[in-house]
């Protein structure tokens, strides 16, 4: 008996259906590509500019001391007096005599040379997460005088011109040298050391911190001590 069922020809079938991938997609894929690729790249730059830098705790601390370079720890102000005397004559003879007497403020500034901070100043101890800097001597700025809140006390029958001129002239470079010389006090140089220590200690610690050492101390030493 014939099979009643027959057997349907291909070109008797629906279309044949396709899959299409959708345009959007399709040109999505190169700016995916490009994509992946700087963030390769910009992974890979601060794989090796960055993180090796943050991770070395002197690393860290010649880039924080590369960022400022000269450091200003200290300022004293203070007052010094000067006195000159001065004396005008006729003929060789001694006429006029003038004394001045001057109190001047005076301002001085101790800065740290970190440009002379390399790495043989600076150690560190992985095991007690300890580092330790020993920074150069100190620096005096040149003495800033106040002549404009200066006190002047002049004595004299009758100054000149030239005479008051001159006493101003040499009261301003006594004061000079009076205020470089007490710039240099050992108690005024011991304060200005302990600020110095103080404000290198915390510019390094928070370099330390971001670097991932949390338990990590800062121990600030002067050549000398």
Not at 9 to 25: I, K, S
Not at 113 to 139: F, K, Y
Not at 141 to 170: C, W, Y
């Amino acid at each position: 008996m014939a099979n009643p069922l027959k057997t349907k020809r291909r070109e008797d079938l629906g279309p044949e259906v396709r899959r299409e991938r959708p345009l959007a997609l399709v040109q999505a894929v190169p700016w995916l590509i490009v994509i992946v690729l700087l963030a390769l790249a910009a992974w890979l730059g601060w794989r090796a500019f960055v993180y090796q830098e943050e991770g070395d705790p002197v690393g860290s601390a010649m880039l924080a001391f590369e960022k400022q370079n000269s450091l200003t720890v200290f300022s004293s102000r203070f007052e010094v007096i000067a006195e000159s005397e001065d004396t005008r004559g006729v003929l060789g003879v001694p006429v006029l005599r003038s004394r001045q007497a001057m109190i001047i403020p005076a301002t001085v500034e101790y800065r740290v040379d970190l440009s002379q901070v390399g790495r043989e100043r600076i150690d560190w101890n992985a095991e007690t997460q300890q580092l330790t800097v020993r920074l150069p001597q100190l620096q005096t700025t040149r003495p800033n005088l106040d002549e404009a809140q200066a006190r002047v006390f002049q004595d004299g029958v009758f100054i000149t011109r030239d005479a008051s001129r001159d006493l101003s002239q040499n009261n301003s470079r006594q004061a000079e040298r009076k205020a470089s010389a007490f710039a240099k006090n050992p108690e005024v140089l011991a304060l200005a050391r302990t600020a110095a220590k103080e404000a290198v200690r915390q510019n390094l610690a928070i370099p330390l911190q971001i670097a991932g050492y949390d338990r990590a101390t800062v121990q600030v030493t002067f050549e000398g001590e």
